[in-house]
């Protein structure tokens, strides 16, 4: 099947500095790409969505000028988050659609924890 | 307001069979999935319904009633590596996938 590969797995920051998140699909195409939180013990939280060649859809709730997100080709979005605080911390996972499927089917990245001290 | 509904916990004997049940509110409906997520790692497909009827798998089956608003995942001869959480989400009208608390599925040998 269709592979999304994040990076990195595991991040410790200080506070105060900003990460940055990659999301590439291998093997496919991706107009959109999704973005997603989760907290433990809590569901996935769309954040956004990321449109190739175009501004992202940001969730009510979620700040742009935090959480910059850039779909600057098929195959890659990266997820900034600026100005990391502890409260940052959690587990940020993307998602990306085949734009060569009709069925609608997420392919998920593996997952990127974030630890800001 | 949109709303999906499963159980929060489970709890089923190594070789058994289990249903999972999810019942949704949406506006629209474009689709509905069954993710596994095991412990500090991201959702896996299991499964996509979007006409009504049972879907099989491999040990895993789902089914869908559009009409009732309602899905189960049917896990069958039940492994100790199936302890996970169990998403269900549904994607509505504007594509946007609107996600379940998730079923904590617990495996007792």
């Known amino acids: 099947g269709a592979v999304v590969s994040q990076h990195p797995s595991w991040v410790i920051c200080k506070s105060g500095t900003s990460v940055k998140i990659e999301c590439r699909s291998l093997?496919?195409?991706?107009?959109?790409m999704f973005w997603y939180r989760q907290f433990p013990k809590q569901s996935l939280m769309l954040m956004a969505t990321?449109?190739?060649?175009?501004?992202?859809?940001?969730e009510q709730g979620v700040e742009k000028d935090k959480f910059l997100i850039n779909h600057a080709s098929l195959t890659l979005s990266t997820l900034t988050v600026t100005s990391a605080h502890p409260e940052d911390s959690s587990f940020y996972i993307c998602s990306a659609r085949d734009s060569s499927l009709d069925t609608g089917e997420l392919f998920f990245g593996e997952g990127s924890r974030l630890t800001v001290l | 307001g949109q709303n999906i509904d499963q159980p929060t916990e489970m709890t089923a004997t190594e070789g058994a069979i289990v249903q999972i049940n999810c019942t949704y509110q949406t506006s629209g409906f474009n689709g509905l999935f069954w993710y596994q997520q095991h412990a500090g790692e991201a959702p896996t497909f299991l499964s996509y319904n979007v006409l009504d009827g049972l879907e099989e798998k491999g040990r895993f089956s789902s089914f869908l009633s559009r009409s009732k608003g309602y899905s189960y995942l049917l896990l069958k001869e039940l492994q100790m590596k199936d302890s996970a959480s169990y998403l269900c989400?549904?994607?509505?009208?504007?594509?946007?996938?609107?996600w379940g608390a998730g079923t904590k599925l617990i495996i007792k040998p």
């Open positions: 990321s449109n190739e060649g175009s501004k992202a859809t940001y």
């Open positions: 989400a549904v994607m509505d009208s504007n594509y946007q996938l609107i």
């Open positions: 093997d496919f195409q991706a107009t959109t």
